[in-house]
């Protein structure tokens, strides 16, 4: 099973739960502000996907298998749910809607396509592994160590969330062998079968370039009802860039 990170609504929940799932090198950590301001009506539960955070290691990190995770968690909270997904999160989401859609009330899917990607990002795992943990104490000298590598320092910062400072010596807890191994199935996609009928949103920066034009119509041939909306100023990273016009806007479709 997943580890999750449960923000119980602030009053009796009025809405079903809000299933929360974070992108490549990310945590539910990452999520924690925003699933704290959206759980004022309802339970909201963000995970750590496999090969992150407090999560099981595994030696394979595709779609099929991710899906699978999400379905174990959504099951054990009672289905259907709402589900949301960021970026690699958002393609495990998608996968899951497509094949098992009885788990899912209403889908957001923020800033990815259900297509394959050539960004390959395997170099950011083979940066973090690059740091020599045996000689690191603070998080300061991390992000310096990772600076020879990684010269953006809001990358850094992201990153440097899954360092644990705590253990002897420091680990990622990230499993980046993996991850960089399993590279081409995550920037990929698997093209299942299926339809997911029921009300989706497709949630992108308007200066990222992952969701463009041209993939509508796959999406709208996959997602009937989706329903498309960006939010100016923000790119891949838009919940985190624009986090109070993300919340909103995620609110105002789960309450439509």
Request: glycine share 6%.
């Amino acid at each position: 099973m997943l580890a999750t990170i449960r923000h119980p609504a602030a009053a009796t929940p009025s809405a079903p739960t809000l299933v929360v799932a974070h992108g490549l090198y990310g945590s539910a950590r990452n999520w924690g502000v925003i699933c704290r301001r959206l759980s004022d009506r309802r339970d909201v539960v963000a995970v750590d996907m496999r090969n992150h955070g407090d999560s099981p290691w595994m030696p394979r990190h595709r779609y099929p298998e991710m899906a699978a995770d999400l379905a174990e968690v959504i099951e054990s909270l009672g289905a259907p749910v709402d589900l949301m997904g960021h970026s690699m999160g958002g393609k495990a989401a998608m996968q899951l809607a497509l094949t098992r859609p009885a788990l899912i009330r209403r889908l957001i899917v923020a800033d990815i396509a259900p297509v394959a990607y050539d960004h390959d990002q395997a170099r950011h795992a083979e940066a973090m592994q690059a740091v020599d943990l045996s000689r690191i104490t603070t998080r300061a000298e991390a992000d310096a160590a990772l600076a020879e590598r990684v010269p953006d320092p809001a990358l850094r910062a992201f990153f440097l969330q899954s360092l644990d400072l705590r253990s002897k010596p420091p680990r990622w807890k990230l499993n980046l062998e993996v991850l960089a191994s399993e590279m081409p199935h995550v920037i990929g996609w698997p093209g299942p079968e299926g339809r997911f009928e029921g009300p989706a949103l497709f949630l992108t920066g308007a200066e990222s370039h992952y969701v463009r034009a041209e993939h509508r119509d796959t999406i709208r041939a996959l997602f009937p009802k989706a329903r498309f909306a960006r939010i100016p100023g923000a790119g891949h990273w838009l919940h985190a860039e624009k986090p109070r016009e993300f919340e909103e806007t995620v609110r105002v479709f789960l309450e439509a």
